[in-house]
């Protein structure tokens, strides 16, 4: 009796979650069907549009933490920009406590002596992290315009002149442009990423400015009055994605934002599976503190019903982590509960769920891929479905921790200053002593979700069999990429502790 209880319980669960990801794939149809209808040229264009008479001030901001293998690269693409050296002023917002000081330290020497408007700002302590450097530079900002860039971006030296002109009118808060890649190709995990952003950009920014909807600033490679970050409240470090909620509480505070799909700023692409994995959990974990912290004031302003509807969607987009592993877990329940009903019985509930969850998230991003003529990136798509079965885990437990965790630690994404798509060689700053606790997750998960596959084997429901084992495949993708990356930085400080033995002390 309690057996049967427990599983028809687990049943109800396994549905709830596939129903949600079902209304993702839902969402997902939705938008694509929004884009196909805008109109195929940029939704908007900084070059045509002429500069103001006087040409306003800018401020130019870089939050740096230890990244000397790139921080010489952005101090000097920003002090190339084609601006008015009177009407400019560069902060580089220097938090760090490694050899990255001395370098900029050095650029900016070297900047200065050029006639270059440029300053080095540290701080005695971290507080706030990049929300508390923002901040700090802020207050003695003299710009109109903030101007924001990360240490992996290389922005080109017109950006100012593109994207100053779309501040058309008085309430427009915020330009965004879009990211390039310059390492899409280096590996099946970058071209996947490049895929997954790009799509992000030109079809969930662009239908969400064309219609009127709340989106957000990408935290880089974008524009802000700052008269529209200090009515909003300014920079707040209570979430680890400073950006998206600093983002709805300007678009709260009645400011409009502008997406430049023409303007494009190349960047980089984290390269191994780790720090990727790190960056996603702090963008899933940062995405629900920002869900719970403004959506009781996003539902209670005065705004239209579907401005409310889709920023509560955005936000919460990232439950879907958790609805995806909860799926996972109850498989083997599932299939035990229903173990009396035929597979062409079930067709009528399983297969529309299956195409929503899955199908409709693929044709997504088949679309975009290729009107965007990204032909790499679409040959690796297959993957995605695996990859996200194997990471969910790990971002389920950040939405869970942004469900009751307030602000949290900004774990910096390495950068590694490539130029080109050469294959990765180095290894993951972020990996450290959480290799051998997901190692051993993962390859728990793996043997959990070879019982299924093995269920419908002795049962000989060979029609179930190929969608079984996408669950132990996603699995097995992460636990050998994550032991080639253990491999890659073993060898890495066996070298080192090579070439520190030969040092004579």
Same mark, same amino acid.
């Given at each position: ?338 173990? +009396?009903?035929? *597979?062409?019985?079930? #067709?009528?509930?399983?297969?529309? %769920? /299956? =195409?929503? !969850?899955? &199908?409709? $998230? ?69 990996? +450290?002593?959480? *290799?051998?606790?997901? #190692?051993?997750?993962?390859?728990? %998960? /793996? =043997?959990? !979700?070879? &019982?299924? $596959? ?52």
């Amino acid at each position: 009796m309690m057996r049967t209880i427990l599983l028809n319980l687990l049943s109800i669960i396994h549905f709830f979650s596939i129903a949600g990801l079902a209304a993702y794939g839902l969402h997902r149809i939705w938008m694509i069907r929004c884009w196909l209808k805008l109109p195929r040229a940029p939704l908007t264009s900084g070059s045509p549009l002429p500069l103001r008479n006087p040409v306003p001030m800018v401020t130019i901001q870089v939050p740096l933490f230890n990244e000397s293998l790139v921080a010489a690269r952005i101090i000097d693409a920003v002090a190339a920009f084609d601006w008015p050296a009177n009407r400019l002023e560069i902060q580089i917002l220097d938090d760090s406590t490694d050899e990255t000081r001395p370098i900029v330290d050095a650029r900016v020497a070297y900047w200065t002596g050029k006639g270059m408007p440029i300053s080095a700002i540290c701080r005695s302590s971290r507080t706030g992290y990049k929300a508390g450097a923002l901040a700090h530079g802020l207050q003695q900002a003299k710009g109109e315009y903030i101007a924001i860039f990360d240490a992996d971006f290389v922005p080109n030296p017109d950006f100012l002149k593109q994207t100053i002109p779309c501040f058309v009118s008085p309430d427009i808060g915020m330009v965004q442009a879009r990211w390039e890649f310059l390492n899409a190709g280096a590996s099946w995990l970058t071209r996947l990423q490049a895929l997954l952003l790009s799509a992000h950009f030109g079809i969930e920014h662009a239908v969400r400015c064309g219609r009127g909807l709340f989106f957000n600033f990408n935290g880089t490679a974008g524009v802000w009055r700052k008269s529209a970050i200090l009515s909003a409240g300014g920079w707040q470090s209570d979430t680890v994605t400073e950006d998206l909620d600093l983002s709805y509480r300007a678009q709260l505070a009645g400011w409009r934002f502008v997406y430049t799909h023409d303007v494009v700023v190349p960047s980089e692409l984290p390269v191994t599976l780790a720090d990727f994995r790190t960056q996603q959990e702090r963008w899933s974990k940062g995405a629900i503190q920002t869900a719970r912290k403004l959506l009781p004031k996003i539902f209670a302003a005065k705004i239209p019903a579907p401005v409310k509807c889709e920023a509560a969607t955005h936000l919460l987009a990232n439950c879907c982590w958790v609805f995806g592993f909860i799926a996972t877990l109850t498989l083997y329940p599932v299939l035990i509960n229903r173990i +009396g009903i035929g *597979v062409y019985q079930i #067709l009528w509930l399983d297969l529309p %769920l /299956f =195409l929503l !969850t899955g &199908i409709a $998230v693929l044709a997504y991003y088949a679309i975009y891929g290729r009107s965007a003529n990204l032909p790499q990136s679409l040959l690796i798509l297959p993957v995605l479905p695996a990859a996200s079965i194997g990471l969910a885990p790990f971002f389920s437990l950040a939405v869970i921790k942004g469900l009751f965790q307030k602000g949290g630690a900004f774990v910096r994404t390495p950068k590694f200053g490539f130029q080109d798509n050469a294959p990765v060689r180095r290894m993951s700053f972020n990996a +450290g002593n959480q *290799v051998s606790i997901n #190692l051993f997750i993962n390859i728990l %998960l /793996f =043997l959990y !979700t070879l &019982i299924p $596959v093995w269920f419908a084997w002795g049962r000989e429901t060979w029609p179930a069999i190929p969608f079984l084992c996408l669950f132990p495949t996603g699995f097995a993708i992460v636990i050998v990429h994550d032991l080639h990356e253990t491999i890659i930085n073993y060898r890495f400080f066996q070298s080192l502790r090579r070439f520190l033995s030969k040092i004579p002390i």
